[in-house]
């Protein structure tokens, strides 16, 4: 996340998720739908503590204020869209375990299939874990009753995270980056995000006329190919993050 402040400073939190202390580079070798599925495809989570650090920093309201329309909204339940039922049958190659699996069926397919256009989906032990996070704070996430459930439901499933993973997350505060664009000047957040190629994209098209919608064909592959060059740029931005400070 990239934050202005009322004075006009700007602020990057980093709260990426991140990799257990366990993993190794070769983990996913031979078996890359491990990274996708499985207790070995979910990393450290880290919205909790960003979303901390942001009320801490800049939050006025309480923070159990903040969280309680999601419950309210996770408790009662909400109209299922069509887009709803798109996104959930483009989960996965087959969305299956969405009603197979009961951890998931008793949200998705209450009634033994998955829910539909219309339908009202609720999710009540949603609504709990933020009743909880509302009421003790994010550190009830990552310690205690739901910490260990997270992490004994992801080593059954062959998952290497440990609660000292959990315990030990923090959000990083980073500066972040900025260029001059067209008399602008365009702030992002640096790496590990893909701020650096949208910066870079920007500056390779700063570069040619992109107004002409007459030139609609020209325009488009002029940002298609700038987009190649920013994403080829990516081993190279990754070597930077990696240097000390």
């Given at each position: 996340?990239?934050?202005r402040?009322?004075?006009?400073?700007y602020?990057?939190?980093?709260?990426r998720?991140r990799a257990?202390?366990?993993?190794?580079q070769?983990?996913?070798?031979?078996?890359t739908?491990a990274?996708?599925?499985g207790g070995?495809?979910?990393g450290?989570?880290g919205?909790?503590r960003?979303l901390?650090?942001?009320h801490?920093?800049?939050?006025k309201l309480p923070?159990?204020a903040?969280?309680?329309p999601?419950?309210?909204?996770?408790?009662?339940?909400?109209?299922?869209t069509?887009?709803?039922?798109?996104?959930?049958?483009s989960?996965t190659?087959s969305?299956?375990f969405?009603?197979?699996d009961?951890?998931?069926?008793?949200?998705?397919?209450?009634q033994?299939k998955l829910v539909e256009?219309g339908?009202?989906?609720?999710?009540?032990?949603?609504a709990?874990?933020l009743?909880?996070i509302?009421r003790c704070g994010p550190?009830?996430?990552?310690?205690?009753?739901?910490?260990?459930?997270t992490i004994?439901?992801l080593?059954s499933?062959g998952?290497?995270?440990?609660?000292?993973?959990?315990r030990?997350y923090?959000?990083?505060i980073?500066k972040?980056?900025?260029?001059?664009y067209?008399g602008?000047k365009?702030?992002?957040?640096?790496?590990p995000?893909?701020g650096?190629?949208?910066l870079?994209?920007?500056?390779?098209?700063?570069?040619?006329s992109m107004?002409?919608l007459?030139?609609?064909?020209?325009?488009t592959h002029?940002?298609d190919?700038?987009?190649r060059f920013?994403?080829?740029?990516?081993?190279?931005?990754?070597?930077l993050?990696?240097?000390p400070?």
């Amino acid at each position: 996340m990239i934050v202005r402040s009322p004075s006009g400073e700007y602020e990057m939190i980093d709260f990426r998720e991140r990799a257990p202390a366990a993993a190794f580079q070769g983990m996913y070798n031979n078996n890359t739908d491990a990274s996708l599925y499985g207790g070995l495809a979910s990393g450290i989570p880290g919205e909790l503590r960003g979303l901390e650090y942001l009320h801490s920093a800049y939050g006025k309201l309480p923070w159990a204020a903040l969280v309680e329309p999601s419950i309210s909204l996770a408790k009662n339940g909400f109209t299922i869209t069509e887009e709803f039922v798109y996104y959930m049958n483009s989960t996965t190659p087959s969305n299956a375990f969405l009603y197979e699996d009961p951890a998931w069926a008793i949200d998705f397919a209450p009634q033994g299939k998955l829910v539909e256009v219309g339908d009202v989906m609720t999710r009540h032990r949603y609504a709990n874990t933020l009743a909880t996070i509302a009421r003790c704070g994010p550190e009830a996430f990552y310690t205690g009753l739901i910490a260990n459930a997270t992490i004994t439901t992801l080593r059954s499933s062959g998952g290497i995270m440990t609660l000292s993973d959990l315990r030990n997350y923090t959000a990083i505060i980073r500066k972040p980056i900025a260029i001059n664009y067209r008399g602008f000047k365009v702030f992002s957040t640096s790496a590990p995000s893909s701020g650096p190629v949208v910066l870079g994209v920007l500056k390779t098209v700063e570069g040619y006329s992109m107004g002409d919608l007459n030139a609609l064909n020209l325009t488009t592959h002029l940002l298609d190919e700038a987009i190649r060059f920013g994403y080829g740029e990516v081993p190279s931005l990754h070597s930077l993050r990696l240097k000390p400070d």
